[in-house]
């Protein structure tokens, strides 16, 4: 199985919209093996963001970004990436399908909800940058054969 990152940034926290997300990832059959919430620093945000810091928009991230703590989560599952970012939809909100929760919380591009990792090997860094290595629980819940056949279970 595979582990990926998600953000609840401040616009998720400030909404008190955390509750009927996690819900969604639960009832999907994703599986929380990391959770915290924390103050994220600029120093933080500028390594998460590295790609953006040269946008002129890049001031406004980090306004966003810090103006509440954040829980940083951990996910588990079958190709859990993809699935992730398919429940989260696209990453402007007005554009987000419904059903999708940007499609459903968010009509910004920047005060979008949530972050989930884009790949495999951004999910690897994604997960070292937040998360020391006894912070991750590599358990699988009594219910998960209710969610996988068996053979599934094995990758």
Request: charged share 25%; glycine share 6%; proline share 5%.
């Amino acid at each position: 199985m595979e582990q990926t990152l998600i953000i609840f940034k401040p616009s998720a926290i400030e909404r008190s919209l955390v509750g009927r997300i996690l819900s969604r990832f639960e009832q999907k059959g994703l599986i929380i093996t990391g959770m915290k919430m924390m103050k994220l620093s600029e120093e933080i945000l500028r390594r998460h963001y590295a790609h953006l810091v040269d946008k002129p928009f890049f001031p406004s991230i980090i306004a966003s970004m810090t103006a509440s703590p954040v829980i940083v989560m951990c996910l588990k599952g079958v190709d859990a990436i993809n699935v992730v970012r398919s429940m989260t939809g696209s990453t402007n909100g007005r554009n987000a399908a419904p059903g999708t929760i940007r499609g459903d919380f968010s009509m910004s591009g920047q005060e979008n909800i949530i972050h989930a990792s884009s790949s495999q090997a951004d999910a690897e860094i994604e997960i070292k940058r937040f998360f020391l290595d006894d912070e991750i629980f590599d358990r699988l819940p009594y219910s998960t054969p209710f969610y996988y056949e068996d053979a599934e279970i094995q990758l």
